[in-house]
């Protein structure tokens, strides 16, 4: 049954992934935009930081850094650790050099995607709060409700099926490479533990999820990324080779060209949208929560989320491994084995311990994150408010999907994960091609108040938009 399975969600990424669909929709888009906005992940990145610190201009609203955290606790996660090692041990070192271009080209997107959830957001008549996302811009902008239900569907399959089964099985098999482990009780327990956890933070509320990840995802990225210094400069003397083995693995042409579905550039394009959800459509349901005094603020905090992800954290992780050149990447040890062993190489028994302990954190505010996106997610099927039975029955599917996943496969979370976010891209990405001169007319409204010397508010009218719940 599950080999069965598997065969059909590996016949669809096979569709997918070819180079024509899934990749050529991705980097087209992104440099479509990226030459539209100026390049703006390189010209406002300062900028990116400024906003950053601008709090809620009402007491219900989210700050731009509470919905950074949020989209930030779902895009920093195992893909930074386990998908990157996946990355080098399958496609080769040079799979990080084609993460940073997805990353760079895809900040692009995310600004894109995000700013048209702010513009599009809706207002909870409750508390004057706001929501939206992907489902609502197609909804409301595209005129395509059904599109935006399919869309809505995708993200609860994504989030709370893909993702989150494939958080929870690399947690434990983070714990493989312990003494105590035991391949058939060892995933169960670690599975109890973590959907337990799991339950009990979400049957909080999604109030108490981004208190949760405002302090966790800080944390844990900063020690992560000082234990990641260390061993490079324990093993400075390697750099130079280190960056020799990722450009000529980046542009072996004979094995892209051999085999693209296999190849560098594919898995650092599987990989990197794993980890950053660039053009996916998911972080602009975090988006749409903050409340800023102009979308471009809200954008541009998303594109610095898509940095910190891949080109901050996914790159710590690249260069501890590769510069532990002792060690042999092989397909074989891809996942939590090959960076347990790179660790281990350089920190001795510290190393996989430490590892353990940074996927626990990891993983546990992945589940956080991806879940704070579906619930809103079926509410805009059903048109209306999920009723309190509906939701607990919700929670409680999506708990035991965490425990499904840590006693699964590595081929089954792995290619049904791959297969969701493919068919968000495909969904999403079109779509904000459509609408994107929206987004670029909000972004030269920004600028052109910045160069004022405003602190710029936006009003939808002078973009030439109408009917908005905000913006008026």
Not at 227 to 248: C, Q, R, S, Y
Request: net charge neutral; with cysteine.
């Amino acid at each position: 049954m599950v080999n069965t399975l598997d065969g059909f969600v590996c016949s669809i990424n096979d569709i997918l992934y070819q180079p024509f669909i899934l990749p050529l929709i991705l980097i087209s888009v992104g440099i479509y935009f990226t030459i539209r906005t100026g390049f703006m992940q390189i010209r406002l990145f300062p900028e990116m930081f400024r906003v950053i610190k601008e709090k809620p201009k009402t007491e219900n609203g989210i700050s731009s850094f509470g919905a950074l955290m949020v989209s930030t606790a779902s895009r920093v996660g195992t893909g930074n650790i386990i998908g990157v090692s996946t990355a080098i041990c399958t496609g080769g070192p040079g799979a990080i050099f084609w993460m940073w271009i997805t990353a760079i080209l895809g900040g692009a997107n995310a600004f894109i995607e995000s700013t048209l959830a702010q513009i599009y957001k809706k207002r909870d008549p409750e508390d004057g709060s706001s929501y939206g996302g992907p489902s609502f811009y197609m909804r409301d902008a595209l005129g395509q409700r059904w599109l935006g239900v399919i869309f809505a569907i995708l993200i609860i399959f994504t989030y709370a099926v893909g993702y989150n089964m494939l958080a929870a099985y690399n947690l434990q098999s983070t714990f493989a490479a312990f003494d105590f482990y035991h391949e058939g009780s060892t995933p169960m327990i670690i599975g109890i533990v973590l959907a337990a956890l799991f339950g009990i933070i979400v049957i909080g509320g999604a109030k108490r999820l981004i208190k949760v990840t405002e302090y966790l995802v800080p944390l844990m990225g900063v020690i992560y990324i000082a234990v990641a210094i260390i061993v490079m400069v324990m093993n400075a003397g390697k750099l130079g080779t280190m960056f020799g083995l990722i450009f000529e693995s980046a542009f072996d042409f004979k094995s892209i060209f051999g085999g693209f579905a296999g190849s560098v550039v594919m898995w650092g394009l599987k990989r990197g949208l794993y980890s950053n959800e660039a053009g996916m459509g998911s972080a602009p349901n975090a988006a749409a929560r903050a409340d800023v005094s102009h979308p471009v603020k809200q954008g541009l905090v998303q594109t610095l989320s898509v940095f910190i992800d891949t080109l901050l954290i996914c790159t710590a992780t690249a260069f501890m491994c590769l510069t532990a050149l002792d060690v042999t990447p092989t397909e074989a040890a891809a996942g939590a084995p090959y960076v347990q062993e790179c660790m281990k190489a350089t920190l001795g028994e510290f190393g996989p311990i430490f590892l353990a302990v940074a996927m626990s954190l990891f993983a546990f505010t992945t589940l956080i994150g991806n879940y704070s996106y579906v619930e809103g997610c079926l509410n805009f099927i059903l048109k209306r408010d999920a009723t309190r039975t509906e939701v607990l029955t919700f929670r409680v599917i999506a708990t035991i999907l965490v425990f499904l996943g840590a006693i699964s496969s590595a081929g089954l979370v792995w290619d049904t994960a791959d297969m969701a976010q493919g068919l968000m891209v495909i969904t999403n990405i079109p779509t904000i091609a459509i609408l994107g001169g929206a987004a670029c007319k909000c972004l030269n409204d920004y600028v052109k108040q910045r160069k004022e010397g405003k602190d710029p508010h936006f009003k939808a009218s002078d973009i030439g938009i109408k009917d908005t719940d905000f913006w008026q």
